[in-house]
């Protein structure tokens, strides 16, 4: 049987097919569920306790994940034009569907489907952009280029997303979505034929057990960080069962990885390729930094009224450090510039940024002096991703590159990020309390300031109609929120000064660490990385 060599209409000019895959890469950015802006406005219109909520979002990453394998699969049996338009009708149905129906878990469990949709899609455009521009299979600049797209995508859709929300409901962010899915549908329509390009292999090969345990697993993991702090860890018996139930399925999962003949994920990558070990090692490293963003954004809380505003301010800053970074490391990696310098520089870039936000805390803040420490912060991560994907990526044989996706995208998006975000929130909310303790131990009535401040705001309540002993109890109420403010800012500053000196430590520790300088890149090895 003759197969379709390439995917595009015979009528299709070359000149279109290149940006019409960008085009279709940056609209995918648009198709959102739950994100952190829409987070809190779901938590109040529905009545979910936040946390709830946030362990929802993170199932959507979960779901992106565990398709990887299920992806590889798909598009050995499915034609690529019946699959793209096959995933992205099943997108805009839907966000529709969250668009128009007020129904909470439906909102929240789509966000599972909707990430698995979105990573068929942005594979299949991954493999055509790669298509068409062959410098692309260097993996560095792979890195380079796609992160630039991918990146700077997700910040231009905070940036038009964000005031959309603050004018409108929240749900709008899904009429985006479905606008967004619907574009791409029309674009593929127009650009791929629908004529079979290889052999069709059966979809019984897949190992479902092995991927309902990975997702399982990693479900109960992001279920322990998210409650941990809420209901005291290991206290809990909630929190113990769920741990509990990790171990038990990833237990079951590893053993299985080893014992069938197809494993879903092959596990023995990890060994084969020890550049696939310190790589990811680093990368989860590179989250824990990454996550300090939330140490901003507390900050920002309190700081910026009018937060989708600030978001997006902050997401034009983060999109010129993307625009500047990614392409910029791919450049520098091509041009063979050593891994650990690389890395030192990021380091060092996360070390400037952490110590100028501790320099510039305090109670009232202009947005002009923390652009710097935005700016260096997403610039570092720019450069840190770039090169630990380009080191792990490098001469890894085609029938292990799925693995190696596998075992990043888990470690980083599951482990890195969530496990980083738990951290930082334990770490304020701990520092917070004992900062507070220590202030509220001088507030006295023998406190001259204290007996000032507590008259002056009475005084401002007896103004506004308030009886004495109501205008008493509201003066002391806001003395005590000015120390928990106070309690917050110093542990901002104590963590953010801890994790620059971190920083600077590991910078120089990298360039001891010679084995990131463990191979060169084979000329054989040059194939599409997806």
Request: hydrophobic share 50%.
């Amino acid at each position: 049987m003759m197969y379709e060599l390439s995917p595009y209409r015979k009528n299709i000019s070359d000149w279109i097919k290149g940006p019409a895959i960008i085009l279709l890469l940056l609209l995918q950015s648009f198709v959102l569920a739950i994100t952190s802006t829409t987070a809190s406005r779901l938590s109040a219109f529905y009545g979910v306790e936040p946390e709830t909520v946030t362990w929802f979002s993170q199932i959507g990453t979960v779901g992106l994940v565990s398709a990887i394998p299920i992806y590889y699969r798909l598009k050995l049996y499915f034609k690529k034009s019946d699959l793209l338009t096959g995933a992205l009708i099943c997108q805009v149905i839907l966000s529709l569907c969250c668009y128009l129906i007020s129904y909470a878990p439906l909102l929240l469990v789509s966000n599972f489907f909707i990430s698995i949709l979105k990573l068929i899609c942005l594979l299949d455009f991954i493999s055509l952009l790669t298509d068409r521009f062959p410098v692309m299979r260097h993996r560095a600049l792979f890195y380079g280029i796609y992160y630039t797209i991918a990146r700077v995508g997700g910040e231009l859709a905070d940036i038009f997303v964000n005031p959309t929300i603050e004018e409108h409901e929240w749900q709008a962010i899904y009429l985006i979505a479905t606008i967004a899915a619907g574009l791409c549908i029309v674009i593929c329509l127009l650009l791929f034929h629908r004529e079979r390009m290889h052999r069709k292999v059966p979809l019984y090969q897949v190992d479902w057990a092995s991927m309902l345990f990975f997702t399982g697993a990693s479900l109960l993991f992001c279920y322990v960080l998210t409650y941990g702090q809420t209901r005291d860890w290991f206290n809990n018996q909630q929190i113990v069962a769920a741990f509990t139930g990790f171990c038990g399925l990833t237990f079951l999962f590893i053993f299985r990885q080893y014992h069938v003949k197809r494993p879903f994920w092959d596990l023995r990558v990890f060994k084969d390729y020890k550049q696939i070990p310190l790589g990811i090692t680093f990368m989860v490293l590179m989250y824990a930094f990454y996550s300090t963003s939330l140490l901003f954004n507390k900050y920002a809380a309190y700081t910026f009224h009018g937060e989708e505003r600030y978001l997006s301010v902050i997401a034009l800053i983060t999109l010129c450090a993307y625009a500047i970074s990614f392409p910029l490391a791919g450049i520098l990696l091509y041009k063979r510039m050593p891994v650990r310098i690389m890395l030192s520089i990021a380091f060092l870039l996360y070390a400037a940024s952490l110590f100028i936000f501790f320099l510039d805390v305090q109670t009232y803040n202009s947005m002009h002096n923390l652009i710097a420490a935005y700016l260096m912060q997403g610039m570092a991560y720019g450069v840190m991703l770039t090169t630990l994907s380009t080191f792990t990526a490098t001469n890894i044989p085609r029938e292990s590159n799925g693995d190696r996706v596998m075992g990043s995208l888990s470690f980083r998006y599951i482990l890195g990020s969530y496990a980083g975000y738990s951290l930082f929130s334990n770490w304020l909310f701990r520092g917070t309390t004992r900062h507070d303790s220590y202030l509220s131990e001088g507030i006295t009535f023998n406190n001259s300031i204290y007996s000032s401040e507590i008259q002056q705001f009475k005084a401002g309540f007896l103004s506004h109609g308030m009886d004495s002993i109501h205008a008493n109890s509201a003066a002391v109420v806001m003395i005590a929120k000015k120390i928990e403010l106070q309690a917050m800012l110093l542990t901002l500053r104590e963590v953010s000064l801890f994790m620059a000196i971190a920083a600077v430590i590991i910078a120089l520790i990298v360039l001891f660490i010679r084995r990131f300088e463990m191979h060169e890149i084979a000329e054989e090895n040059r194939y599409k990385i997806v």
